[in-house]
């Protein structure tokens, strides 16, 4: 069974930086694509940073580009998500998620999720 445990989230003033740190269980960060949503109060779950399989491909939100980065260390089996120059739009729970083994990035993309983390708040203050 596939689990994920999130860490790293927090409150900061604008204009500060989070890194978020997601651990994988039950499976290998090397054989599925990876990925971090969120989710606002009274907003719909929105698909953050996703990083393909082999590391080389990734999608970012348009609100994010430039200032959030993805990236994964397949020997500690965790992903990690790099937020700078944070902004309040930003707040909301973070949720780290797993795509279908061996599956392309745009699956993902369109929802193919295999498992869940439990979520980490971040919360920013002007």
């Known amino acids: 069974q596939v689990q994920l445990a999130e860490s790293g989230g927090g409150s900061v003033q604008a204009g500060g930086s989070l890194r978020l740190s997601c651990v994988m269980s039950g499976s290998l960060t090397s054989t599925r694509p990876m990925g971090w949503f969120r989710r606002a109060p009274g907003k719909e779950r929105q698909a953050v940073a996703l990083l393909a399989v082999a590391g080389s491909n990734s999608y970012y939100a348009d609100s994010v580009l430039g200032r959030f980065t993805i990236s994964k260390d397949n020997a500690k089996n965790t992903v990690y998500l790099q937020m700078d120059n944070l902004i309040p739009d930003d707040t909301a729970m973070y949720y780290c998620?797993?795509?279908?083994?061996?599956?392309?990035?745009?699956?993902?993309?369109?929802?193919?999720?295999?498992?869940w983390g439990q979520g980490t708040q971040v919360t920013v203050s002007s």
């Open positions: 998620a797993a795509g279908q083994f061996g599956s392309p990035l745009g699956d993902m993309r369109r929802g193919a999720v295999s498992a």
